[in-house]
């Protein structure tokens, strides 16, 4: 059974650092783009990041460029976002995607065809 498994969420104040995990089993991912979405609550689901198969190339939304960072272990079968300068509306549930068709990083959800459960990330101002 294909699983991704979010990890690392959490409450922190406005100004500091969480990282996030997402462990793949079930199949070896190196080869799919990977990327993260988030739902903050009453909001649409939105794109945070994505990574090409081989780390070379990333994609961020303008609302987290310059503070989250996206990598990730192919060895591990692991992706990871770095998320510093939180900030309150940085709040939401972050879900970790996988694209197994395209080589191409994409921001739209239609791309992905793996989602993990996700996990909550909570700022306070």
């Known amino acids: 059974q294909v699983q991704l498994v979010e990890s690392g969420g959490g409450l922190v104040q406005a100004g500091g650092s969480l990282r996030l995990s997402c462990a793949a089993s079930?199949?070896?991912?190196?080869?799919?783009?990977l990327g993260w979405f988030r739902q903050a609550p009453g909001k649409e689901r939105e794109f945070v990041a994505a990574?090409?198969?081989?780390?070379?190339?990333?994609y961020y939304a303008d609302s987290v460029k310059g503070r989250f960072t996206i990598s990730r272990d192919n060895a591990k079968n692991t992706v990871y976002l770095q998320m510093n300068s939180l900030k309150p509306e940085d709040t939401a549930v972050y879900y970790c995607?996988?694209?197994?068709?395209?080589?191409?990083?994409?921001?739209?959800?239609?791309?992905?065809?793996?989602w993990g459960q996700g996990t909550q990330v909570t700022v306070s101002s």
């Open positions: 995607v996988a694209d197994r068709r395209s080589p191409y990083v994409s921001r739209y959800e239609r791309t992905y065809d793996y």
């Open positions: 990574i090409s198969r081989s780390g070379g190339s990333t």
């Open positions: 079930g199949r070896t991912f190196s080869s799919d783009v």
